[in-house]
């Protein structure tokens, strides 16, 4: 029987790419010269953390890594973009969790959402990503084509594709 995972990953590797052409524009940056901005990946925790020495400053270090983000094909939907810290003495951090597999809710809202659309397939949760397996091809072609016209609030990919 045919398969496929549905799975929502982000690729380190342009995530790292995107980061360090981040911090380019950060070094080559008029309005940043002399600033103590920076931008730090912790790929443990799948984490970016933005620093800088005002709100604005913050707030144009988070366009500049938005922007390469965008430019590098990471989905922006897998981006959280936690609420930016400030301190009284002016001092401003801001997080950016990349999410990483699809967890518990998202996934059983998806699962959900094939069920009834009626469709003649078996979809079950295995660690972090969807199988969906279907009797045809076109069964599950028409569940990619659903999942891509659905807005599920993250990136979704559709891979490992078996006859």
Do not use: W, Y
């Not at 400053?57 to 609420?83: A, C, F, Q, Y």
């Not at 401003?92 to 809710?105: H, N, S, Y």
């Not at 469709?119 to 969906?132: E, F, H, N």
Request: net charge neutral.
């Amino acid at each position: 029987m045919p398969s496929f995972d549905i799975t929502s990953e982000v690729d380190k590797q342009e995530l790292d790419n995107a980061i360090n052409q981040a911090r380019k524009e950060l070094a080559n940056r008029f309005d940043f010269k002399g600033s103590k901005a920076a931008i730090e990946l912790d790929e443990k925790e799948s984490k970016i953390k933005l620093s800088a020495e005002d709100a604005s400053r913050l707030k144009s270090l988070h366009d500049i890594v938005v922007g390469k983000l965008s430019k590098r094909g990471v989905d922006l939907r897998n981006v959280e973009r936690k609420d930016p810290a400030i301190s009284p003495l002016g001092h401003a951090t801001q997080d950016l969790v990349i999410k990483q597999g699809l967890d518990g809710e998202k996934a059983k809202e998806i699962i959900r959402a094939i069920k009834e659309r009626g469709l003649k397939v078996q979809s079950a949760l295995q660690d972090r990503q969807i199988r969906v397996t279907g009797k045809s091809r076109d069964e599950l072609q028409e569940v990619i084509a659903f999942c891509r016209s659905s807005e599920f609030e993250v990136g979704l990919q559709f891979g490992n594709f078996r006859d």
